[in-house]
């Protein structure tokens, strides 16, 4: 939820959502077309690039016999006929489609056509909210034609300069677009008019909603609130018995179609993070060395992710995943921001504190947040402090 002033309620306005079709795998087949209508998963390592034979021909890898830890980051629509989605274990995968093709990511080339989707984008309709690598609001209040036509022209766009298909909703606000965009998926184009709240959106289920999490949805699920129509009919201090004053208020809100939430040309980030999970689980005591030295490294990546973007954070926090996969965050907040890697490292150590180490850890990540640009924060420390090199 932003936090910034609602769009003034009087104007009706047109926002698109616009999101790429099974980006990452698509951008892939745009180099190996040959695997265009096969099952393709977008995650392994490098040892999975295709190999190009004397002839020719390449040859890539199956998921077939897969062991390790990966996850899939995304598959074609194939894969996912078969059950193999993103975020699911590589393991997993395999046994549901082996003869799936496995290829590396290849992140700098993802970000290549998602400048050049945007772009494309801009030259249309220049009003635009970047929501990451693959996806985009835009706000059409102001472009001439009709929703369709416009929509249209933006697909066509984006055609033209990657060879990407995209999925689009057009409603008067970014909730329901961000819905809509995914109901038509792949090469989709979703319009939610006056009327269709009822109709196309109150049917689905709650999670669909951008802000309902698995949490929020299984405390739905549990007082018989599994639509948004249910949502719609719930009464009001039911939800703020479970929920509190201001989330009930947004449930309600959404389950009505509500949302000013203006399109952010300029956003800033609200957190920067570095994580890894290690190639074997590491004991606190016995692999302390390494630990410390991934520790390091990480507030090290930290400090130069701060300012390469000119940042500075005052919200230090940790996660560690267990050998069971318990996962535990603590955070502190500093008394100035600061993007100093010894400082970042110092206050991640005091949460680390705060938790205790009875399992083999199998991740490790440091988050900093509460940001400010570098030039506005009065008070950033100076980067002045004496590495430690301990765990703690
Ligand atoms: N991604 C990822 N890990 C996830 C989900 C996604 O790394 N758990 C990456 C790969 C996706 C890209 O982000 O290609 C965009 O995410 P989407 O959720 O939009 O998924 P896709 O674009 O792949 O498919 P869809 O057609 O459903 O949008
Ligand atoms: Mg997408």
Redesign the pocket.
Known sequence: MDSEPPAAPTAERRIAHL???????SVELLRYPELRGLPVV?GGGRNTQPRTLADGTRVYSRLRGYAGRGVV??STYEARALGVF??MGMMKAAQLAPEAVLLPVDFAAYRQYSRLFKAAVADVAPCIEDRG???IYIDLTDIPGGARDLALRLKSAVAQATGLSC?IGISPNKLLSKIAS?LD??DGLTIIGPGDLQRRIWPLPVGKVNGIGPKANAKLAAIGILTIADLAAAPADLLQNHFGLTYARWLLDVAHGIDGRRVVTHSEPKSISRETTFERDLHVQRDRAALSEVFVRLCAQLEADLLRKAYVGRTIGIKLRFDNFRTVTRDLTLPVHTADAAAIHRAAGLCLKRIALDHKIRLLGVRVSSLLPAGQAADAAEPQEPRQLSLY
């Open positions: 999101d790429m079709d099974a980006f990452y795998a977008i980051t995304t993103s975020a690598i693959d996806e999925s995914e998926k792949p």
